[in-house]
Structures are given as C-alpha cells and as structure tokens.
C-alpha cells in the first residue's frame, strides 16, 4: 500500500485491537490505517487545525467547522505541539531582537509574559518561553541567542537583559527593535487568544505553549 504522506510503498506493520490491518512507511516514518472510522484521525485533520489556528480561529469555532468536538481539537492540538521540537539552529554572528509580551491566562486573568527572540532578517523564532517576568526565564532565552555568537542583541530598557547580555553585543535603542514589536502585533493579530481587551484568553499555560509551538515551528501534517 502507498503511504498517504510520501506516496512510496508502505509495509504491514500490526492490527489494531480492532481487527483493523497497520501500516508503517520506512521512508517518513508515518504508521496509519488503510481506512479510519473515526473521522478526526483522517490525514487532512491536523493540517486544517493549524491553518484555522493561524488565521485566528478559536477552540469553538474550529470544532464547528471540521465538525469535530472540542475536547478532540485540544487534544490534538496538545499531541501535535508535543510532537514538535525546537529546530536546530546552524547560523552564527546575526543579528536578533528579544522582547517580552504581555498576556494573561486562566478565568482568573493572571499576568503572564511570552519572553522570545527573532533573528532580524530571516524573522525565524529562536526561542520563546511562557511564564513570568522573571531573570530565570529571560535567563534561558538570552542564553539560546548568546549560543549563536551574535554581532547584536537588541531589546527594550529592562535592567535584566543587561546583566546577562555582554556590553558590547548589546543595544538598547527603541529604534532597533521595531521588527519584533511588528511582530508582536502580528501575534495578536493572528492568534484570537492573544487579542487585547477581549474575552478570548487561554485557560492554561500548557495550552497557550502548545499553540504558540505550532504557530512558530509546527509541520501541519
């Protein structure tokens, strides 16, 4: 049987507790059925899940759409993100702008801070973390980037960045930073449960986390 992500030959590989007959691609490494019954594990699922959750559509509105329940598309979206690794990173001396941006979580909107860096000119996310404003996470961030030997770092005035970052790969003017302030907005504007003054917010960290990966590195398959 052809494989339905590379179309090459896939082997046998089980049955499920079903009766229903495995197979498994040696060449992408997918394991699928011939013909699946429950219609939320068909292949095209995933992918549309993510190109909703870019284009700003929430949990709700997503499962009315593929007409799958809600709890189905969070947990797919958990298992997706779970699946997706930072991406290995071979540059050196670029230049990166950090920032951190304000969200809140929970019914209880409790403050939280999306802390991560860009490199200016590609605009690839190198890292991000999801927590509070603390040295320790800006710590983890700033580190990531500093790995890469940079030519520049340029973030905002906050006192942390420059006891981590040395002097002279540090730049602190406002108009060096514009790209991920733009970018900042983009996110807003992309994901509905970053949007200020709204009812839209993310109800833990673990979902929030989960989306931001898909959105920064995620492979929608």
Known sequence: MKCTQCKKLAIKNGKQANGKQRYYCKYCKTSF????????????????????LKEGVGIRATSRLLNKSKTTVIRKIKLMASKTNIPIINEKHQYYELDEMRVVVGYKRKEAWITYAINRHTKKIINFIVGRRTKRNIAIITR????????MLFTDR???YKKLIPRKQHDTRKKNTTTIERHNLTLR??????????????????MLEAVLKLYFWGIFT
């Open 158 to 160: 906050l006192p942390t």
């Open 189 to 206: 504007t992309h994901l509905k449960r970053l949007t200020r003054k709204t009812i839209c917010f993310s109800k833990t960290f673990e």
């Open 33 to 52: 059925q011939s013909r699946y019954v429950y219609n939320a594990y068909q292949i095209n699922v995933n992918k549309s899940i993510c190109q909703y």
């Open 144 to 151: 990531s980037v500093l790995q890469l030997n940079p030519k």
